[in-house]
């Protein structure tokens, strides 16, 4: 009688084991989700408040994101420097600082979708060099 019931009690464990939920794999982070080689999907440039409809000279545009670093192709004048650090500003993960400073607010982050704005302020650094100032807003895709 006593196997009858060890054996009993076995098979209930050996089901209720059986029944659990698979393990769920964790979320990923903004972290991770950042991580990797994004595409242009879509630009948009404003000069001193107007858009500027040419922009073309950021076909082929390309941003990596390994780590800290970054590196772009193709970015002319909203990233001036081909590579550098970026990092979260918060824990909210809607704003990444560059090391230059520049604040880029997220409007878009998942698995296949980057959007982001940012404001790269204009200078006359020489006479008849005038600089404007210009909001970037990119969208891209892995």
Same mark, same amino acid.
């Given at each position: 009688?006593?196997k !009858? +019931?060890?054996y009993v009690f &076995?098979?209930?464990a +050996?089901?209720? *084991? ?6 769920? &794999? ?5 972290k991770?989700?950042? $991580?990797?080689?994004w595409?242009?999907s879509s %630009?948009? +440039? *404003?000069? @001193?408040?107007?858009? %500027?409809d040419?922009? /073309?000279?950021?076909n082929?545009?390309v941003?990596?994101i390994? #780590?800290?670093?970054?590196?772009v192709?193709n970015?002319n004048?909203?990233?001036? $420097?081909? =590579?550098? =650090?970026?990092g979260? %500003?918060? =824990?909210?993960?809607k $704003? %990444?600082?560059?090391?230059? #400073?520049?604040? +880029?607010d997220i409007?878009?982050l998942n698995a296949?979708?980057? /959007?982001?704005?940012f =404001?790269? !302020?204009?200078s006359s650094?020489?006479?008849? @060099?005038?600089?404007?100032?210009r909001v ?5 895709? !892995?």
């Amino acid at each position: 009688m006593m196997k !009858k +019931i060890l054996y009993v009690f &076995l098979l209930a464990a +050996i089901s209720l *084991t059986a029944c659990d939920k698979p393990d769920t &794999l964790p979320s990923p982070t903004p972290k991770d989700l950042i $991580q990797g080689t994004w595409l242009l999907s879509s %630009v948009s +440039i *404003t000069e @001193n408040g107007l858009p %500027v409809d040419d922009v /073309s000279a950021y076909n082929g545009f390309v941003l990596k994101i390994d #780590g800290f670093k970054y590196y772009v192709s193709n970015g002319n004048e909203a990233f001036p $420097q081909p =590579e550098g =650090e970026w990092g979260f %500003v918060d =824990e909210t993960y809607k $704003q %990444v600082r560059l090391d230059d #400073g520049t604040i +880029i607010d997220i409007t878009t982050l998942n698995a296949d979708t980057f /959007s982001f704005t940012f =404001e790269r !302020k204009g200078s006359s650094a020489a006479r008849n @060099n005038i600089v404007p100032t210009r909001v970037f807003t990119f969208t891209l895709k !892995k």
